[in-house]
């Protein structure tokens, strides 16, 4: 029970901090979320994102500051084996399955609904 309590604090603050950037700052939402990717993958290449999904679990892998920890992750596993262009390489395969649903169910949605514009 403890875990979950965690994982709603520590994904509750990601998401207030990113709503006082929207509010507080005036950030589009491309600028907010392009920002939290960016300090997703800096605190990952720091190697302090992996204690924060230690200790909060989804808390910290459901926040779209995750995606920014897992672009770095893969690009560093890929450098270690495969060199300089490992970083490409590496960056496409840990992400690839989130690109794709999100761009097939971006599809099927727009098949769906009707646009507003």
Not at 39 to 68: D, Q
């Given at each position: 029970m403890?875990?979950?309590?965690?994982?709603f604090?520590?994904g509750?603050?990601?998401?207030?901090?990113g709503?006082?950037?929207?509010?507080?700052l005036?950030?589009?939402?491309?600028?907010?979320?392009s920002?939290?990717?960016?300090?997703?993958?800096?605190?990952g290449?720091?190697?302090l994102?992996?204690?924060?999904?230690?200790?909060?679990?989804?808390?910290?892998?459901?926040?779209?500051?995750s995606?920014?920890?897992?672009l770095?992750?893969?690009?560093?596993?890929?450098?270690?084996?495969?060199?300089?262009?490992?970083?490409?390489?590496?960056?496409?395969?840990?992400?690839?399955?989130?690109?794709?649903?999100?761009?097939?169910?971006s599809f099927?949605?727009?098949?769906?609904?009707?646009?507003?514009?």
């Amino acid at each position: 029970m403890e875990k979950f309590l965690w994982a709603f604090i520590v994904g509750g603050i990601i998401c207030v901090i990113g709503q006082l950037m929207l509010d507080g700052l005036k950030l589009t939402p491309a600028h907010t979320t392009s920002t939290l990717v960016v300090v997703g993958a800096i605190l990952g290449g720091l190697g302090l994102y992996e204690p924060l999904v230690k200790f909060a679990g989804a808390g910290a892998t459901v926040p779209i500051s995750s995606f920014g920890n897992s672009l770095v992750k893969g690009a560093l596993k890929e450098y270690e084996s495969s060199g300089i262009i490992g970083v490409l390489t590496g960056i496409f395969q840990i992400t690839s399955a989130g690109i794709s649903a999100a761009i097939i169910f971006s599809f099927m949605g727009a098949l769906i609904f009707k646009s507003k514009g």
